[in-house]
C-alpha cells in the first residue's frame, strides 16, 4: 500500500521501521509523514491524529493452538497471552481479559510471534495479517482463532488539519477499489481479497 500511495502522490517512498509505540509520536513529531502499518482506528486516536477512508478490512483476535481450548474472554483466567505493547489488541485486551489472566506485552510483533511460537506465552492477540503470516510459516505451534477482539479496518494515518492530503489519500484508495489494484494487495499482504462491497 505504501508503495502505491508514494506512487501516486509523485514521491519517493522511504519506509521507517516503527513499533505500535511509537509510530504515532514519530508521526506527531514529523520524522514520518504518513503511517501505512495496519492502523486502526479509535476515539483516543481521532483525538491526536487524522485518518483516510479505510483501505482494508481488518480484525485482531486471541489465537492459540487447538490443545488451549479458549473460546471467550472468560477462558482467558489462568492462561498466559503474548501481545505487542500499546497495539490494539493491548488495549483491548487491558479491558476484557479476566482477573487471573497473564499477559505478557512485548515491544514489538517479532518478539510477540517469537513468545508464542517458542511457548513462552500460551496463546497471541494480534491482528489476523499476522496470524496469517505465522501459519504461511507452518510452525510446530499453530495460532488458531479463539475469539475475536475488535473489527478494526485498516487506515492511513497523518497530522491533523490536512485537508487536501486526506482528499488524496482518500482518491487514491477510492481508485484502487475501483482498478483492483487494492485488491492485489489486500490477497498479497492480508492473505485474503477485499470482500465485495468494500
Known amino acids: 500500500m505504501s508503495a502505491l500511495v508514494a506512487a501516486k502522490l509523485g514521491v519517493k517512498l522511504q519506509l521507517v521501521p516503527v513499533t505500535s509505540e511509537n509510530r504515532i509520536p514519530y508521526l506527531q513529531t514529523h520524522k514520518v509523514d504518513l503511517i501505512i502499518s495496519s492502523l486502526g482506528k479509535s476515539p483516543d486516536?481521532?483525538?491526536?491524529?487524522?485518518?483516510?477512508?479505510?483501505?482494508?478490512?481488518?480484525?485482531?483476535?486471541?489465537?492459540?493452538?487447538?490443545?488451549?481450548?479458549?473460546?471467550?474472554?472468560?477462558d482467558l483466567a489462568g492462561k498466559t497471552i503474548g501481545v505487542t505493547r500499546g497495539a490494539i489488541e493491548d488495549l483491548v485486551l487491558t479491558k476484557i481479559a479476566p482477573q487471573g489472566t497473564i499477559i505478557s506485552r512485548y515491544g514489538d510483533n517479532q518478539?510477540?510471534?517469537?513468545?508464542?511460537?517458542?511457548?513462552?506465552?500460551?496463546?497471541?492477540?494480534?491482528?489476523?495479517?499476522?496470524?496469517?503470516?505465522?501459519?504461511?510459516r507452518h510452525p510446530p505451534r499453530l495460532p488458531g482463532l479463539k475469539f475475536t477482539l475488535k473489527d478494526s479496518p485498516c487506515y492511513i494515518g497523518f497530522n491533523q488539519g490536512e485537508p487536501a492530503l486526506r482528499a488524496k489519500l482518500n482518491a487514491i484508495i477510492a481508485g484502487?477499489?475501483?482498478?483492483?489494484?487494492?485488491?492485489?494487495i489486500a490477497l498479497k499482504w492480508l492473505g485474503t481479497p477485499l470482500p465485495a462491497k468494500f
Open 111 to 136: 518478539s510477540t510471534i517469537s513468545a508464542f511460537l517458542s511457548g513462552q506465552t500460551q496463546l497471541i492477540a494480534t491482528a489476523s495479517a499476522v496470524a496469517s503470516a505465522i501459519i504461511a
Open 45 to 74: 486516536r481521532e483525538k491526536v491524529i487524522a485518518f483516510s477512508d479505510a483501505y482494508a478490512p481488518f480484525f485482531s483476535g486471541v489465537f492459540g493452538p487447538p490443545d488451549v481450548l479458549v473460546s471467550s474472554p472468560a
Open 176 to 184: 484502487a477499489i475501483k482498478d483492483g489494484s487494492l485488491n492485489t
